[in-house]
């Protein structure tokens, strides 16, 4: 199992440049971290290290191929909680995340709810979440199995954030296997969730995980907010139980890679790094 980074190490800075930063880091894995369609002003400006799904897939491997970093898993984080739009990121865009994915041969596109935005969707009951989101999730997941993909829900939000939610939502959706878990230790544990018993519910369905962990100021945040972007301390010095959540996963041949969400220095995020590897690989 690998170890890799976001590719967001420097906001507002090119893809390549990201690229450099995560290989001069000591890395050789990374996640298309974010995603756009079409063209971007501040992509094509090189201010972000957002990826078009609209370009030629194998042009941005060729991208990553050159700093000698292999593509993780595609993110294509989406607003799943709200009424259908165009102008949101929802199925039609995870849907050619899908088609990217398949044609690098990327087997993992990341997805979830975020948190609801509008007065609609703040208004949905539980069992109205559950709906909405499965809706717009249908068809990805039928495409996603034709394609030899997993879709992997992250906890980022109300529904993700609870075991009984994903669980819910593959219910709904007739548990297809196309659709997994993306574990997040922080998110999980953020959202009120204890990320080890997360793990074990899900264990054979999780196929990459981001790590994170958070200090003791998070803790009167917790069960308030459905999130964070990034963690700012090596993994094992929070309160989070990194290592119960290694400790259950280690055996599962079927997680290939994983990611730092860490912001810091190239030497907190190889310390960080050596943690997963070390308990990870322990007897």
Same mark, same amino acid.
């Not at 971290?33 to 094509?44: N, P, W």
């Not at 030899?148 to 548990?175: A, C, Q, Y």
């Given at each position: 199992?690998?170890?890799?980074?976001?590719?967001?190490?420097?906001?507002?800075?090119?893809?390549?440049?990201?690229?450099?930063?995560?290989?001069?880091?000591?890395?050789?894995?990374?996640?298309?971290?974010?995603?756009?369609?079409?063209?971007?002003?501040?992509?094509?400006?090189?201010?972000?290290?957002?990826?078009?799904?609209?370009?030629?897939?194998?042009?941005?491997?060729?991208?990553?191929? $050159?700093?000698?970093?292999?593509?993780?898993?595609?993110?294509?984080?989406?607003?799943?909680?709200?009424?259908?739009?165009?102008?949101?990121?929802?199925?039609?865009?995870?849907?050619?995340?899908?088609?990217?994915?398949?044609?690098?041969?990327?087997?993992?596109?990341?997805?979830?709810?975020?948190?609801?935005?509008?007065?609609?969707?703040?208004?949905?009951?539980?069992?109205?979440?559950?709906?909405?989101?499965?809706?717009?999730?249908?068809?990805?997941?039928?495409?996603?199995?034709?394609?030899?993909?997993?879709?992997?829900?992250?906890?980022?939000?109300?529904?993700?954030?609870?075991?009984?939610?994903?669980?819910?939502?593959?219910?709904?959706?007739?548990?297809?296997?196309?659709?997994?878990?993306?574990?997040?230790?922080?998110?999980?544990?953020?959202?009120?969730?204890?990320?080890?018993?997360?793990? $074990?519910?899900?264990?054979?369905?999780?196929?990459?995980?981001?790590?994170?962990?958070?200090?003791?100021?998070?803790?009167?945040?917790?069960?308030? $907010?459905?999130?964070?972007?990034?963690?700012?301390?090596?993994?094992?010095?929070?309160?989070?139980?990194?290592?119960?959540?290694?400790?259950?996963?280690?055996?599962?041949?079927?997680? $290939?890679?994983?990611?730092?969400?860490?912001?810091?220095?190239?030497?907190?995020?190889?310390?960080?790094?050596?943690?997963?590897?070390?308990?990870?690989?322990?007897?």
């Amino acid at each position: 199992m690998k170890v890799g980074v976001f590719l967001a190490l420097e906001p507002y800075t090119s893809l390549e440049n990201n690229l450099k930063l995560a290989k001069e880091a000591g890395f050789d894995s990374a996640d298309i971290t974010d995603t756009h369609s079409g063209g971007a002003m501040f992509a094509s400006a090189g201010l972000s290290a957002s990826v078009s799904l609209d370009d030629n897939p194998f042009e941005v491997k060729r991208k990553f191929d $050159r700093y000698g970093i292999a593509i993780a898993t595609i993110s294509a984080h989406a607003c799943l909680l709200e009424a259908s739009n165009p102008g949101e990121y929802q199925t039609a865009e995870v849907m050619k995340a899908i088609k990217f994915a398949a044609a690098i041969g990327v087997r993992d596109v990341v997805t979830t709810e975020t948190i609801p935005k509008s007065d609609w969707a703040k208004k949905l009951t539980y069992e109205q979440c559950i709906f909405t989101i499965a809706e717009k999730l249908y068809n990805p997941c039928k495409m996603a199995s034709d394609y030899g993909i997993k879709i992997i829900f992250e906890p980022h939000g109300p529904i993700t954030d609870s075991i009984n939610g994903i669980g819910d939502v593959m219910d709904m959706l007739g548990n297809p296997e196309s659709l997994g878990v993306n574990m997040d230790t922080g998110n999980s544990w953020l959202g009120g969730t204890d990320p080890v018993e997360l793990a $074990r519910t899900y264990k054979d369905k999780i196929f990459h995980i981001h790590w994170k962990d958070l200090g003791p100021e998070w803790v009167e945040q917790r069960g308030k $907010r459905y999130g964070c972007g990034f963690s700012t301390i090596e993994l094992g010095t929070g309160v989070i139980d990194v290592k119960g959540v290694i400790d259950v996963l280690k055996d599962r041949k079927e997680i $290939r890679n994983s990611t730092l969400e860490i912001a810091g220095s190239p030497e907190l995020l190889r310390a960080s790094a050596d943690f997963v590897y070390k308990h990870w690989d322990a007897a």
